[in-house]
Each structure stands twice: as C-alpha cells, then as structure tokens.
C-alpha cells in the first residue's frame, strides 16, 4: 500500500508492515493518551484549534501517542449535507498539513479522526501522523453503520494499514467494523501492538467489545469517543435531534463517552470516562503483548490455516481510471494491419 508523506525529501516515512509480519520483541513502555472531547461542529479551524490545545496538554504529561477523535455529526437532507460536506477536509489538504505540524510541534504519534471529503463523497477515516511532522497516510471506515451508508462513501483494502513505529505496531479500526471478525484478523495478521478504535458507541456493552478484541489480539486497545451536550450543538432551528420526543436542555448530555484503554491480558488501565471531556492516559508495558500471546496467539500458533484462513484484497478499487496514451506501448504490425 503506498503512503502519502508530506514533503518532497527522500527521508523515509515510517513504512506499513508486510502481512504476517511478526510483533516487536523489544519490552519498553509507552504512554498513550485517548482524547475524549466534542468537536466544534460545522467549524472546521476552531476544532483544530480546540485539537491543538488537547495535544499540547497531553504532549505536557509525557504522552508519546494520541488518539483524537472529533467529528462533525452525520446529517440527512441534502441542505444539511451541504453544510456537512463544507466541514469535511480534503486529504491530502492544509487542515492535514495542519495536523502534520502539530504533530512535530509537540513530538507525539497522533491518530486523528476526520471526515474525509473526497469529490463530494465524504469518508469516515483516521489519519496518522509522526513526531517528525509527517503524514503517514490513512484507514477509511471500510462498512458505514446502517443511515451512515446515505452520508459516506465505503472503504476498500488499500486503507487498513498498520504503521511500524518505534512506540510499536499502530492501526485503527472505526466503530462498528471493529465488530467485523475478518476486518480484525487483517490488522492481527500485521503485528497491531496498539489498536486505536474511535466510536461513536457510548453503551456499557462497547466495553465488552474493547476488552474481547485486547483478548483476542493480544494488543493495547485505545478507543476514544466523544463528550458532548446539547449546547455543544447548532442551537434547534439549526441542527435537530431525531427520535427525542422533545428537545434536551443545553445541559442534556447527548454522548457521554466511555473513552478507554484496555491492556492485551483485558485489563483496564484507564477509564472508561462518563464523567465529560477529559485526557485519559496509560503508560503501556509492550512486553506484555508477548506475555499474553504465550497463551493465545489468533494468526500464530493458535492459527489453523490449513482449516480456517483469510485473503485480503489490499488494492484500491476506483470506478475510473485512464492510461495515458503516451505510456501505451506501439501497436505491433503484422499483414499491413495495427493490432491491439
């Protein structure tokens, strides 16, 4: 899968792993944090403001690795949309350019939750970054949940990338597709150490969900989500919410969180918060990754790929595409006539 480094040196960004690529031996500890915070909707440069200042404050606790996700809510009705898609961020573009930065500023490996606008198609997608200020690339949510596949467009292969970074082996998965058993196994088959998965899942059972794929994997589990209230929102006549009787006071939360990280062996080193906006952080012990896969190893000795395997088709899928016709070789001749 290619990556898309900002800048035009030959420095190397940090690759993606092979498939079936092994977990980092090395035992050190790295210190993560999940942001749980509201967007500022619909305004694009106050919400990287608002990011910048999270990161500065986490970056201020020693966190080498962020996980962020702030992201305008999903519309329906084609006025609503239009806004929406006006929010969204072009990527590459200057808000990722933005991120870059910010990311070199404060020295910290940031996974960054966006709405992608692509044309006017919009994805659900994450983003990484390195402390060197380079954008690595991105995953773009593979399968939206039911109404969602009305607002964004679908994923393919080509963006499930985990990173190999000095912290460890890093990838994200968005929401419900972390429900997806095969969608899991093609990021364990990469190594993942330090599964990042942003939702937008507040209930108990999300929980459930977070310490069964640590178990599974054998890796760190980062989900972030938001907090936010009504006054968070457009006010009514701007923005309403579907399926209430009546209006929330300002005061109504309307997503109460639940950020958490959970250890390889389902321990959970911090939160799960509900109690409003906050940094939650840990500081992750990487050899616990091999002392939990003594037991339980999904793509090694506990594999049966003579019974049970997976193929993953991790090229890009476009509905369009042109050969340049000075690349085409000569047509070959044969009796007078050009053949294809």
Same mark, same amino acid.
């Given at each position: ?7 035009? #040196? ?13 977990? $980092? @031996? ?9 942001? @749980?915070? !509201? ?22 606790? +020693?966190?080498?690795?962020? %996980? ?24 590459? *573009?200057?808000?990722?350019? /933005?991120?870059?930065?910010?990311? *070199?500023?404060? &020295? ?24 060197? +200020? ?18 964004? #467009?679908?994923?393919? *292969? ?9 912290? +460890? &082996? ?7 597709? %972390? ?29 459930? !969900? ?15 989500? @938001?907090?936010?209230?009504?006054? $968070? ?15 929330? !006071?300002?005061?109504?939360?309307? /997503?109460?969180? *639940? ?64 050969? /340049? ?16």
């Amino acid at each position: 899968m290619a990556l898309l480094p900002s800048g035009s #040196g030959s420095t190397p960004v940090i690759a993606e792993v092979e498939m079936n690529g092994g977990a $980092d @031996q090395s035992a050190t500890t790295v210190r993560a944090t999940v942001v @749980q915070a !509201s967007t500022v909707f619909y305004d694009t440069p106050a919400t990287l403001d608002k990011a910048e200042r999270l990161i500065a404050e986490a970056a201020g606790y +020693g966190s080498q690795l962020i %996980n962020i996700s702030m992201t305008n809510p999903k519309d329906k009705g084609k006025g609503e949309f239009q806004k929406y898609h006006a929010a969204a961020i072009d990527v590459p *573009g200057p808000e990722v350019t /933005c991120l870059a930065a910010m990311a *070199g500023k404060y &020295k910290v490996f940031l996974v960054m939750g966006v709405i992608e606008r692509e044309g006017h198609t919009l994805y659900c997608s994450v983003l990484f970054f390195d402390p060197l +200020g380079r954008y690595l690339g991105k995953h773009r949510k593979l399968m939206p949940t039911a109404l969602e596949r009305i607002i964004w #467009g679908f994923g393919d *292969g080509s963006t499930i990338p985990v990173y190999d970074t000095p912290l +460890g &082996k890093i990838g994200a998965l968005i929401c419900w597709e %972390n429900k997806m058993p095969l969608l899991r196994t093609a990021l364990y088959g990469k190594g993942i150490e330090i599964y990042c998965a942003p939702t937008a899942d507040s209930r108990p059972v999300w929980q459930a !969900s977070m310490t069964h794929i640590a178990l599974e994997g054998g890796c760190f589990v980062l989900s972030a989500n @938001q907090f936010c209230r009504r006054k $968070d929102y457009p006010p009514p006549s701007e923005y309403a919410f579907a399926g209430l009787r009546e209006e929330p !006071s300002p005061d109504t939360v309307v /997503c109460p969180g *639940g950020s958490v990280i959970i250890s390889p062996s389902g321990e959970v080193l911090a939160g799960p918060n509900y109690d409003g906006e906050a940094l939650i952080t840990a500081d992750l012990d990487m050899g616990e990754i091999v002392r939990a896969k003594f037991a339980f190893d999904v793509v090694g000795h506990y594999a049966r790929p003579e019974v049970l395997s997976l193929v993953v088709d991790d090229q890009p899928h476009r509905p369009v595409s042109f050969t /340049c016709a000075a690349e085409k070789t000569p047509a070959a001749k044969s009796d007078g006539t050009a053949k294809p």
